[in-house]
T-cell receptor, first 115, second 114 residues
């Protein structure tokens, strides 16, 4: 069964800390991996990763994919209280010879940044 | 752009009633997705459409759930009859071409079935 596992489930840090969120996956077919941030509303897109070893960066956030070891990490440096959210990882899996895709979400990591 | 629009934002209904959730995707996007989110099961993809055609509905939990997309600017998700275990937040999202591209989520409909 295809699955996406995120760790830790929750994390409490202080402002200024650096955090690393993990996402591992076991899927039959892989197309891409997506990271989302969800605050008290809808998820917002952060990154899409398709190739191993190429870091995607946006401000204090960065992410990288390892397709050999089947995981991705999301790093947040110099955390701020506004980074408090649930961070979701999702894997896009081609289906039916690539004609359709499935999207499998992990359960998320709840990050709380304390002042 | 107004983003993805969903209505209603909150719905409280009694078990057995029909519920219809509505979504207007971002203009120009040709893929639309319905998700359900609960504490127990997290975020689940129910169904998605490309160019108004349902591509994969394997995430739809059972026959009580149905979704339509009669045109490029409107979709509905219907639950009939509703049950308490259907209580969740239902998100609609849209993207330009396909599941692997950035999806823009609507604000969600919080459904409570008593």
């Amino acid at each position: 069964e295809d699955k996406v596992v995120q760790s830790p489930l929750s994390l409490v840090v202080h402002e200024g800390d650096t955090v690393t969120l993990n996402c591992s996956y076991e899927v039959t077919n892989f197309r891409s991996l997506l990271w989302y941030k969800q605050e008290k509303k809808a998820p917002t897109f952060l990154f899409m990763l398709t190739s191993s070893g190429i870091e995607k960066k946006s401000g204090r956030l960065s992410s990288i994919l390892d397709k050999k070891e089947l995981f991705s990490i999301l790093n947040i440096t110099a955390t701020q209280t506004g980074d408090s959210a649930v961070y979701l990882c999702a894997v896009v899996c081609p289906n039916y010879g690539g004609a359709t895709n499935k999207l499998i979400f992990g359960t998320g990591t709840l990050l709380a940044v304390q002042p | 752009d107004a983003g993805v629009i969903q209505s209603p934002r909150h719905e409280v209904t009694e078990m057995g009633q029909e519920v219809t959730l509505r979504c207007k995707p971002i203009s120009g996007h040709n893929s639309l997705f319905w998700y359900r989110q609960t504490m127990m099961r997290g975020l689940e993809l129910l169904i998605y459409f490309n160019n108004n055609v349902p591509i994969d509905d394997s995430g739809m939990p059972e026959d009580r759930f149905s979704a339509k997309m009669p045109n490029a600017s409107f979709s509905t998700l219907k639950i009939q009859p509703s049950e308490p275990r259907d209580s969740a937040v239902y998100f609609c999202a849209s993207s330009f071409t396909g599941l692997g591209n950035e999806q823009f989520f609507g604000p969600g409909t919080r459904l409570t079935v008593l």
